[in-house]
């Protein structure tokens, strides 16, 4: 499958995405791509069971895991436990993609934050 196979979908919290887990019926993980513009930014959250890897693919953003603050550029990979509390913003000039790929793949064990 190829990436111009797949129908991008949007999001008011995410923007514009690419849900590879329903394209390639992922029944283990979940995967996502996607392009935050600048200024953009997920929801504080963490999962009660879900480990999550992050790949930015394009672009630079800034993590945040538990208040702290990491700057990630392409090329950068990052793999979380489920319990931190996480986000990720886009605080460049310029589009950032990223892939976001977790497992198990369980539905409703996200869990919202406030940002600090």
């Known amino acids: 499958m190829r990436l111009s196979d797949l129908v991008e979908e949007h999001d008011e919290s995410y923007g514009s995405y690419y849900n590879l887990s329903k ?5 283990k993980l979940r995967a996502n791509m996607f392009r935050f513009s600048p200024g953009q930014k997920m929801e504080y959250h963490s999962h009660t069971e879900q480990e999550e890897l992050f790949f930015i693919l394009e672009g630079q953003c800034t993590l945040v895991v538990d208040g702290e603050r990491f700057a990630l550029a392409a090329g950068s990979v990052v793999r979380l436990d489920p319990r931190p509390r996480r986000q990720i913003v886009n605080e460049s000039d310029a589009d950032c993609v990223w892939l976001a790929v977790g497992a198990p793949g369980i539905d409703n064990e996200w869990v919202e934050h406030q940002e600090e």
Do not use: D, S, V
């Open 23 to 27: 394209a390639l019926r992922l029944k």
